[in-house]
């Protein structure tokens, strides 16, 4: 807003007086936030930074000290500069104590060799800091007419980062929070120089506070987010040459390009809160229609009526019902028994990774809605981004459900892995709440395809089965569909058969009561390492952190509860199913 000390020796009047630069010549770009005219030397208790002093030198003090002590009062509040016009105290030139002690400080002192009526400079110093003023002040308001009109119309990121940058003439960068940058504009410089190395670069510009500038790599950062929840930083590099290999910033940046970072990030953050609410009322309406395709509770012709009319086209259409859920994956936190017990034995080997992964719990009550929430609009962008036509909501507190319509049968493969590659492009693994080694890594599960909207229950259903066994399955596969979940998915479609819940209680019955009876023995721990290990004792013995004669006694104790041999192929085979079973009759 203010010019600088080199502006200011380049007007007509400092001009006509002949300036000489006789110190302080590394800080002429210091602003002149105002000029003040003065003939004693205990002005500087009457200043506050920021004047040029222009002065004749008449009522200076005669003595070196008094000179030195002079430069060193102005120095001290902030001056940008001091201006003595010759003739008058001193003929040719200042006195060299008063030049010598200027270079010191680091003041610019300028010599006027010829007379100059002080009245001439102050007036144009002060015309350029009005007229820079309106200048900011109209530069101010086209920035927030701009962005008014931005967030009017619903523009996207790409759009608001281009005006940003058109607007500033500087490089501007949008982040998430894991320094990946959302988008870019590098107002015409190279784009390559500007994105090298970013998370690494990103990571070293820490300045304090929400809006800030960061005086070491010349960028000016501001927080994006609303309602409490950021989600990205928008950087804009001033000057344009300083930060990345350039020339290190001198001073601040102007406060219009403050304001104008902030308000293109206050855009940024409601046009995604508007989207994410026009998105939500969508999503309602697709969960309702999935919901009643679910329950039969509406006619599917009312349901293909009210999907044409969002735009979804379910009529003549080959149907693909689609689960998508989030699955913990990773290595245990502390040495357990196997079904999360520690074990009584002392300690054992180190920690195996989980055969069966714990359901997740939110480190914060609004973790889980946040993240299905985030899950949903994941899986909202890869179908807009594959193009494919659907329905697609959450359809419970841990599953978004989709409903693919595609032209014929010979689409189904290419469309389920198209979409299931976008979607983790779109949310990739995540590390699971509460700082362990797991990782959030999403299950794409598919039914059959079926091809009349009256049997697309039988796919949302046997979809979602697959979804929940998938959850047992270390692979990770693009998609899952039932030949893939094998003899645990099986179990899983048949959990609510009475024949197979008796079958479990005859297997296992005797040993769960037991357990019960004494829960710090978890009998049933011990057996599923066992068995998981494939009937090695030793394996077992280390998969359990059990010595390995803690270990052989408790494997006597389960055979003579259940009766059976635990050396039979047979009866571990029955006793393995029934284990499997019982995980999937408990699994909610």
Known sequence: MFPTVREVLALDPVRRGAPRLVAGETALDRPVRWVHVTEVPDIATLLGGGELVLTTGIGLPADDAGLRAFIGDLAEVGVSGLVVELGRRYLTEVPRVMAVAAERRGLPLVELRRATPFVRITEAVHALIVDAQLHELRATEEIHQRFTDLSVEGAGVAEVVRQAAELAGCPVVLENLSRQVLGYDPAGESADLLL????????????AGRTAYDVDSGWLVTTVGARGQDWGRLLLRWPAGGGLGGSRPVGSPPTRLTILVERAASTLALGRLIR????????????????????????VDEIALRARALGVVLERRHLIGVMVRLRRDGAVGSPTSGDGVPSVDGPGPPPSPAPWPAPTTPAHPEAGPARLRDLAEAVGQALRETKLSGLSSPVDDQVVGVLLALPDVAAEERALATFAAALRRRHPDQPSPGGNNHRLTVIVAAGSGVGSLREVRRSLVEARQVAEAARRDRRDLPVFRLPDVGLAGLLHLLRDEPRLQTFVERELGALLAHDARHPRDQLLATLRAYLEQGRNK??????????????????????????????SVEACLSLHVALLALDAVRTP
């Open 276 to 299: 994410r609410d026009a998105e939500g009322l969508e999503r309602q309406l697709h969960r309702t229609l999935l919901t009643a395709l679910l329950d039969h509770s509406r006619p």
């Open 538 to 567: 030793s394996a077992g013995a280390a998969a359990a952190h059990l010595s390995r004669p803690a270990f052989y006694e408790r494997l006597a104790r389960i055979g003579r509860i259940l009766g059976v041999d635990l050396d």
């Open 196 to 207: 090298d190395g970013w998370e690494q670069h990103s990571r070293r510009i820490r300045p």
